[in-house]
Nanobody
C-alpha cells in the first residue's frame, strides 16, 4: 500500500499562488490514478483535479479549470497541485488520494488511500 503526505498549504491573498505537494511512500505514484479533493466543514469532499494511472487523462472541476494544474514527478514520487489566481472560495482543506483503478475517477469512494490534508486559506 501507499502512504500519502500533503504539504504546501497556508494563507495567501486572493490572486496569489500556492503549490501543494503529495509525497508518496511505500509504492510509486505511477502505480495509481491520483486525485486532489477539498472539503469545507460540514460539506462533502469534492473533486478538484485528477489523472489516470498513465497520466494521459486529466480532469479539473469547472471552478478551478484554467487556474489549477495537477502533475506528477515519478522520480520524486510526488504529485503536485499548482494553484494560481486563488480566490477566497478556494479556501478548504485539500487532500490527495490514490486509487488502484487504472482509469481516472472523480468519486471519493473510489479512492483507496488518503493523505491527512493541508489547509489552504485565501484572504480577500
Amino acid at each position: 500500500q501507499v502512504q500519502l503526505v500533503e504539504s504546501g498549504g497556508g494563507v495567501v491573498q486572493a490572486g496569489g499562488s500556492l503549490r501543494l505537494s503529495c509525497a508518496a511512500s511505500g509504492r510509486t505514484v505511477s502505480s495509481y490514478a491520483m486525485g486532489w479533493f477539498r472539503q469545507l466543514p460540514g460539506k462533502e469532499r469534492e473533486i478538484v483535479a485528477a489523472f489516470s494511472r498513465s497520466g494521459g487523462n486529466t480532469y479539473y472541476a469547472d471552478s478551478v479549470k484554467g487556474r489549477f494544474t495537477i502533475s506528477r514527478d515519478n522520480a520524486k514520487n510526488t504529485v503536485y497541485l499548482q494553484m494560481n489566481s486563488l480566490k477566497p472560495e478556494d479556501t478548504a482543506v485539500y487532500y490527495c488520494a490514490a486509487t488502484l483503478r487504472v482509469l481516472l475517477t472523480t468519486t471519493p469512494l473510489a479512492y483507496d488511500y488518503w493523505g491527512q490534508g493541508t489547509q489552504v486559506t485565501v484572504s480577500s
